[in-house]
Each structure stands twice: as C-alpha cells, then as structure tokens.
C-alpha cells in the first residue's frame, strides 16, 4: 500500500492501481489528490477535511464515485445522498480494494460551550488509521496524527503518541502552521521518535510512504 499526503489532512491510499481519498477539504489545494480514486471518506464536517464543492464535481465528473462519511456530513450533502454511505463506530465495509472499519463517534471538544460535531476515524486493511479530529486509542502498526490543532496542544500530542505507542506514527493536520511552527513541530516528533525507539514524524504535502 502507497500512502501520500496531501495539503493538511488530506491522504491518498493506492494499491493494486486503485485508489480511495480521505479528507480532501478546503486546505487541500492539490487538483491531483482526487483524480482517479474510486471513494472519498470524509471523518467530519468542518471546512479543513470537507470541501461540498470539490465533491460535488467530483461526483459530477465520475458517476461511480461514492462517498463514506459520518452523519454530520450526510446531512451537508442532500443532493449527493445516492452516493453517500453513512458509516458508524464498528461499520465495516470494502471499497476499491480496501477494506475499512469506521471508528469513533464524536470530535474531541474545541469549545466548552459548543457540543462536539460528529467524528468518524477510518482503519484500512487494519494496516493505517486515520483518526480524523479525534485522539482514539487504538492498536493499529501506522497511525495518521493530528500534528496541530486549536483543539490540542503539544502535551496532548505527547500523551496520545505515549499511550498509543505506534509501529510508526505519521503527523498530518499541519496546515496552519507556517515555517517556524514546523519547526517546533518536527522537533517535538524526533524527540518522541527517539523515546519510543520507533518511526515518528511529519509527512509533507506530496511525500509518499510504501507499508
């Protein structure tokens, strides 16, 4: 399995030529990154892992595409509802070639007065887990991390790396960080790298990974 990175949190998973997309939102400027796959997930609604527009002409341009995203998003989408599949903690499902299990429920808390949106976490092939806006604990060998976040500071990106102590843990959710916030950011990777004695580290926009 290839996996590339794309603008924030967006990733592409490919094997056998065939392709599926996870959170092609509006932070993710690359045209490429839905070109030729076969499904879109999407893990919530907010605008950084959802674009309605890009989807829409996705779907437009290829009649099989579907789409598999929690109920929050279902419901932002009524004219696509023939292509969307809500999936819930637990759902199984195959799509282009892959076999997904849908994890979690809810966003991690961003405000105290606002209720978390819904938030649904892909695992593919049990191989890669992405978690969405979410720190699930969960046994998986690659792990996709929110890198930075309003919502989560660097002890908070500690403590879950710690507790989860992954094969190998790849940072994405990295774009409103400018040089030096990389910076940090990398920093902060290597040294958890070199505590857990395992792959730690940010995934730039295009870079690509074999598992």
Not at 160 to 178: E, N, Q, T, V
Request: glycine share 10%.
């Amino acid at each position: 399995m290839r996996l590339t990175k794309f603008g924030h949190a967006c990733v592409r998973l490919e094997k056998d030529g065939r392709g599926l997309v996870i959170d092609p939102g509006m932070m993710t400027p690359e045209a490429e990154a839905l070109s030729g796959a076969e499904a879109v997930l999407i893990t919530h609604q907010h605008f950084d892992h959802l674009d309605p527009d890009r989807l829409r002409a996705a779907a437009a341009h290829d009649p099989d595409l579907a789409v598999y995203t929690c109920p929050g998003v279902a419901l932002e989408l009524p004219d696509l509802a023939g292509r969307v599949t809500v999936v819930r903690d637990g759902d199984t499902f195959s799509v282009a070639g892959f076999q997904v299990r849908a994890v979690g429920e809810k966003h991690h808390l961003s405000h105290p007065d606002v209720p978390p949106v819904d938030n649904v976490g892909f695992v593919v092939d049990d191989e890669v887990f992405h978690p969405g806006d979410a720190l699930t604990l969960l046994d998986v060998p690659t792990v996709l991390v929110p890198g930075q976040a309003p919502w989560m500071t660097v002890p908070d990106l500690i403590a879950y790396l710690r507790k989860l102590s992954p094969r190998r843990a790849y940072a994405i959710h990295d774009g409103l960080l400018g040089e030096w916030g990389l910076r940090v950011l990398d920093g902060v990777l290597a040294g958890e790298a070199a505590g857990l004695g395992t792959t730690i580290r940010r995934l730039a926009a295009g870079e690509s990974v074999d598992l």
